[in-house]
């Protein structure tokens, strides 16, 4: 037996008029879908809970949203993400019981949830980000490093992130006198083995 969390009743209770038949249609449905659904609260917000997240409701001053935790299997990642845009969740801005799909409807996309969750179906994730672009050094900026050993192999040595705090500190001043001050700087940190913002390591 699914398990109901007075928490929840409060939090229809304190809802306006109009999500309170919403939110109370919508819970009916999910106990139905799967009995043994354990209610709670995140993020301040209903959740249904069976082996992980099945979906979430929760309302706003002018209307209600229902959201899959794993929508992007149900509708498609990139008509998931049109979906939500518009509003926490797969179905836009729900005001009345007749903005929601049909009971039957609910019942599929739950149950399709309660079966990815028992069988440990996770979404997909994300493609990793592109490689990094090759960081454009200027000349001038080699030839000062050049002078200093000690400043070149430590930018050498650098990860690609702290050589390019430097270049970009360098590189975006707006004065010559002060593009010239922190090329200065720059090599006098890197000789000391410092990284561009070493004054706040150990903050």
């Not at 109009?18 to 917000?45: I, Q, S, Y």
């Not at 001053?61 to 797969?90: D, I, N, T, V, Y």
């Not at 050049?146 to 690609?160: D, L």
Request: positive net charge; aromatic residues 10%.
């Amino acid at each position: 037996m699914g398990t109901r969390d007075p928490r929840v009743d409060d939090y229809s209770a304190r809802s306006a008029d109009f999500a309170r038949p919403v939110l109370a249609h919508l819970r009916e449905v999910v106990h139905a879908a799967c009995p043994d659904v354990n209610e709670t609260l995140k993020w301040g917000m209903p959740h249904f809970m069976h082996n992980g997240v099945l979906c979430g409701m929760a309302s706003f001053k002018q209307h209600c949203a229902l959201r899959f935790w794993k929508g992007a299997l149900l509708f498609g990642e990139k008509e998931a993400g049109q979906l939500e845009s518009e509003a926490m969740g797969q179905f836009g801005r729900i005001t009345k019981l007749s903005d929601l799909p049909s009971s039957k409807v609910l019942l599929g996309y739950i149950k399709e949830m309660v079966r990815l969750n028992d069988a440990g179906i996770k979404v997909p994730a994300k493609a990793k980000p592109k490689e990094k672009k090759e960081l454009v050094v200027p000349d001038y900026f080699i030839a000062a490093l050049k002078k200093n050993k000690k400043a070149m192999a430590a930018f050498e040595a650098f990860s690609y992130s702290h050589r390019k705090e430097y270049v970009e500190w360098v590189t975006e001043a707006k004065r010559d006198e002060t593009r010239s001050q922190r090329l200065k700087t720059t090599v006098e940190w890197l000789a000391a083995g410092k990284p561009r913002n070493w004054k706040y390591v150990n903050c």
